[in-house]
């Protein structure tokens, strides 16, 4: 009996393994979401993934340049060790001599959540999760998919939801004009914001960021700032993803953020400000 005992225990152990042992990390490359030639996004998942989380990665530059290689490896590491879906797409940019707008960049990405919310399922997705995450120009972008309630989705376009399932929000040092706060309601996604200080961007001040928690909270809305006195545009790479130069507190919070909005996991202290002194 026992000898039967252990045969079974070690048969069962040697099944979790090999499905261990068999589950990869994948990266699906240049997915067509729409008819212009940088209509693509790139979709990094784990093959034992099931009902997982998506994170949009949306690169910034200014409406005008960047590409989906923003989205490193201490980005894909920090949302998949969290059982995310990575999905990083490129948009149609500002060009001189083109009649391409930050309107049409935008309209972009959200075909793109469009395109994945109709096809989570084959990366084991959940399509009702998914996180929506940019800086600067992307943080733009990415606050724009978040709370903007109205698509006018082009003719062609192939799938055209009447809700974009975003459950949060991160933005990067993101340009937030007065409509895009305007477009918050009550029981919107919750909103995590971070902001460098002296050396910031001039188009992206922080106070922005403070205007932003300011109509979170009047909408009793989570919400989270992270101010880094000490840096400038788009802190989060060395402060929230990079394992050598993170803070603590910050990626903490962070985490704590995500497993919330992707998990339901507890609801985390909201409404202050992070003040990262050293850096």
Known sequence: MKSLKANIAVAVGLLIFATKAYAEVKVDRDVRYGMHERNVLDVYWNTEYKNAPIVFTIHGGAFKNGSKAYCNKDMQKLYMAKGCIVVSPNYRLKKEGTTITKEDCTLDIAMAVAYIQANARKYGGDP??????????????????????????????????????????????????????????????????????KREHPATPAQQGHDMQSTLIQKNIWSKMVYID??????????????????????????????MVCYGKGKPKGGDVIDVKKK
Request: aromatic letters at 16%; charged letters at 20%.
């Open 128 to 197: 009702s999760k998914i996180v929506s995450t940019g800086a600067s120009a992307g943080g733009y972008i990415s606050a724009q998919i978040a709370y903007n309630k109205n698509w006018d989705w082009p003719a062609d376009t192939k799938y055209k939801p009447k809700k974009l399932n975003i459950v949060g929000w991160f933005g990067n040092s993101p340009y937030l004009p007065r409509h895009v706060m305007n477009n918050v309601v009550f029981k919107d996604p919750p909103g995590f914001i971070m902001y460098g200080g």
């Open 230 to 259: 000490s840096l400038g545009h788009v802190p989060g790479k060395r402060v929230l993803f990079s394992p050598v130069s993170r803070d603590k507190e910050t990626y903490e919070a962070f985490n704590q953020f995500l497993d």
